[in-house]
């Protein structure tokens, strides 16, 4: 079955702390990643995605995440979080057509200022 | 920079009645989606659109669920009789075929709320 597992909640840090969340990922097929952030009351929006190539990617806003195919993860990291980071975080794995997106939970991270 | 809009941003209505929620996706974009989140769970899938046929639904997108592009820019959900358990965030998105990425870009939703 297709799933997508975030293994946090709620994450609470102060600003300057470095960040990591998890995400594993169940797909048959080509797999493509992405994380989307929420922040209070707007859209979704694309932080990163992955599809081929270099399994390191880089995102907007610093965020960065790593493909690791045999741990079937795609973390996200950001090696030093602002205040104005707090949002919700959803990591997502689709298909290689245009086919649907499967999210996960979500993180909410809260960023102590 | 183009991006998908959706009207109302929020719309309250009375279980039982019908409700039209509008998305005008990205003006090149051939692929079309709708998505919910009821409030405290994930994003969740419901319909996708594609050469004005459905190309793909879940099993929550049922019999009281229609999809329609009425013309050329607008791109519709009807729920024909709601429910109190419909009452969530209701996203559209779109996406461009002839881009690689197949990335969907999301409008800012429609919050419904049955009574």
């Known amino acids: 079955a297709q799933s997508v597992s975030q293994h946090n909640h709620h994450v609470i840090l102060s600003e300057a702390a470095s960040l990591e969340l998890g995400c594993n990922y169940s797909?048959?097929?080509?797999?493509?990643l992405f994380w989307y952030v929420q922040y209070p009351g707007q859209h979704l929006q694309l932080l990163l995605k992955?599809?081929?190539?270099?399994?390191l990617v880089k995102g907007i806003k610093g965020f960065e995440a790593e493909f690791i195919k045999s741990k079937f993860s795609f973390n996200l990291r950001k090696p030093s979080v602002q205040w104005s980071d707090t949002a919700e975080y959803f990591c997502?794995?689709?298909?290689?057509?245009?086919?649907?997106?499967?999210f996960g939970s979500g993180t909410r991270l809260s960023i102590r200022p | 920079e183009p991006e998908v809009t959706q009207t109302p941003s929020h719309q309250v209505t009375q279980m039982g009645q019908e409700v039209i929620l509008r998305c005008v996706p990205i003006?090149?974009?051939?692929?079309f989606y709708w998505y919910r989140q009821i409030l405290g769970q994930k994003v969740e899938f419901l319909v996708s659109?594609?050469?004005?046929?459905?190309?793909?639904k879940s099993e929550i997108f049922d019999d009281q669920f229609s999809v329609e592009r009425p013309d050329g820019s607008n791109f519709t959900l009807k729920i024909r009789s709601t429910k109190l358990e419909d009452s969530a965030m209701y996203f559209c998105?779109?996406?461009?075929?002839?881009?690689?990425?197949?990335?969907?870009?999301f409008g800012p939703g429609t919050r419904l709320t049955v009574t």
């Open positions: 997502a794995v689709g298909g290689s057509s245009a086919s649907k997106i499967i």
């Open positions: 659109f594609y050469n004005n046929e459905i190309s793909e």
């Open positions: 992955y599809f081929s190539g270099d399994p």
């Open positions: 998105a779109s996406s461009d075929p002839t881009s690689s990425s197949y990335e969907q870009y």
């Open positions: 797909y048959g097929g080509t797999v493509n």
């Open positions: 003006s090149n974009h051939l692929y």
